[in-house]
């Protein structure tokens, strides 16, 4: 069974950088996307990125040229964040999809930007 484990996280002042990491483990042979969600309090789950084998996902216009995501599905994943704003305060997740199975989330890593 895949497990994430997030790492990074903390933090930052607006306009600063920060990196997230995901290492996924256990059946990763399977893992066809990892990406990245994050979430505020009382809001759904926002799409962050996306990686496949074949590249990236279409980033989202909240954080297109701020963000990049980089690294291998079967293995670790990193999020590079720049021009951090704070409205990008948020905790967020490591996921991974596998054919025919539930999304798999790891526990999440917060990140805030002060003003």
């Known amino acids: 069974q895949v497990e994430l484990v997030e790492s990074g996280g903390g933090v930052v002042q607006a306009g600063g950088s920060m990196r997230l990491s995901c290492t996924a483990s256990g059946g990763v042979s399977n893992i066809e996307v990892m990406g990245w969600y994050r979430q505020t309090p009382g809001n759904q789950r926002e799409f962050v990125a996306g990686?496949?084998?074949?590249?990236?996902i279409a980033y989202p216009d909240s954080v297109k040229g701020r963000f990049t995501i980089s690294g291998d599905v079967q293995n670790t994943v990193s999020l590079q964040m720049n021009s951090l704003k704070p409205e990008d305060t948020a905790v967020y997740y490591c996921?991974?999809?596998?054919?025919?199975?539930?999304?798999?989330w790891g526990r999440g890593a917060q990140v805030t930007v002060s003003s």
């Open positions: 996921n991974a999809l596998i054919r025919g199975q539930a999304p798999i």
């Open positions: 990686l496949t084998n074949g590249g990236p």
